[in-house]
């Protein structure tokens, strides 16, 4: 069975950390692109960071940029997101996705863009 499955939210202090995992089974993360999407309440889901299949190229959002850092690991089929320097308005469900993509180094933070989807783990900053 095809699965991704998100793990690693939780309740954090403005300020704090968390690190989010991806977990693939069923298949081989080597030969997609991963990203990590989010969604707060009452807002559209929006892009924050990716990885190429070759592990050599990184996107963020602007808004993560220098707090945020992914990572992928091949051997334990996983995709990870270090989450540094929280704030409040980090809190949203956060989604790992894949894409095949046309190219190793593709990278992207279009929602469209993705093929398939993990069902998410919630993120929550607040005092």
């Known amino acids: 069975q095809v699965q991704l499955v998100e793990s690693g939210g939780g309740l954090v202090q403005p300020g704090g950390s968390l690190r989010l995992s991806c977990a693939a089974s069923?298949?081989?993360?080597?030969?997609?692109?991963i990203g990590w999407f989010r969604q707060a309440p009452g807002k559209e889901r929006e892009g924050v960071s990716c990885?190429?299949?070759?592990?050599?190229?990184?996107k963020y959002a602007d808004s993560v940029k220098g707090r945020f850092t992914i990572a992928r690991d091949s051997a334990k089929n996983a995709a990870y997101l270090q989450m540094n320097s929280l704030k409040p308005e980090d809190t949203a469900v956060y989604f790992c996705?894949?894409?095949?993509?046309?190219?190793?180094?593709?990278?992207?933070?279009?929602?469209?863009?993705?093929?398939?989807w993990g069902k998410g783990t919630l993120v929550t900053v607040s005092t």
């Open positions: 996705a894949i894409t095949v993509g046309t190219h190793p180094e593709l990278v992207t933070l279009v929602e469209s863009g993705m093929d398939y």
């Open positions: 069923g298949f081989s993360l080597r030969d997609y692109a």
């Open positions: 990885i190429s299949r070759s592990g050599g190229t990184t």
